[in-house]
């Protein structure tokens, strides 16, 4: 069966739909979103079937992985003590255009940190994927949806995402024309913040 395409708003996303995607999502589904810089593609991560799928679809590995969380609180579910300094820094840059890279705690499902201590974690300033992790109850995966283009490195139309992906997902949300500029990675797992991808954040506006 061809994937559904779900046209969603992201200043006032209906219940309704979010509520039927998110139905999806607890059966192992997988999703293509908008996030507040390009489009992602992700499942529920404590699914481990519906995680292998989005490595399979993606060509990745598991490690390779970040998951969306609904704001900071959670992200300390799922993270060892953050330091003081962290702490500050990630309140004032989330929600925003930032992957962090965080020690893991017992919570943070096996399948992304087999190999090592720590996971990528999300907080987009877009209220799609957080109004889906908050109905969910758990965060989802994410991981970019690339384009072959050489120029334009990130798939930005929603309906050409579609034609591509229609028949290896099980959602496409249509959330308007996505960016093409990914978040940057920051990774705070040890003493000092390391950018290790530059992105569409500049974690030096919050430090």
């Not at 039927?20 to 489009?39: A, E, F, H, M, S």
């Not at 300094?85 to 890279?101: D, E, N, Q, S």
């Not at 978040?183 to 506006?205: A, K, M, Q």
């Amino acid at each position: 069966m061809p994937a559904e395409f779900i046209r969603l708003y992201e200043e006032n996303p209906e219940p309704h739909k979010l509520d039927q995607i998110v139905k999806v999502l607890r059966n192992g589904g997988v999703v293509i979103y908008p996030t507040d810089t390009v489009y992602g593609i992700g499942c529920d991560f404590s699914n481990t079937k519906a995680v292998q799928r989005v490595c399979q679809i993606k060509n990745t590995k598991p490690q390779a992985l970040s998951f969306i969380c609904y704001d900071l609180s959670e992200i300390s579910e799922y993270t060892k003590h953050l330091s003081t300094p962290v702490f500050k820094v990630m309140k004032k840059a989330l929600p925003g255009p930032f992957t962090f890279i965080l020690e893991a705690s017992s919570k943070a499902p096996k399948v992304l940190n087999a190999k090592k201590k720590t996971v990528g974690i999300r907080v987009p300033n877009n209220n799609i994927p957080r109004e889906l992790v908050k109905r969910l109850g758990n965060p989802i995966i994410t991981t970019s949806i690339r384009d072959e283009d050489e120029v334009i490195e990130y798939s930005t139309d929603p309906e050409l995402i579609y034609e591509k992906y229609e028949n290896l997902v099980d959602i496409v949300i249509d959330g308007g024309y996505g960016g093409n500029m990914p978040s940057t990675v920051v990774d705070c797992s040890g003493d000092y913040f390391e950018v290790i991808r530059e992105g569409l954040g500049d974690i030096e506006e919050f430090m």
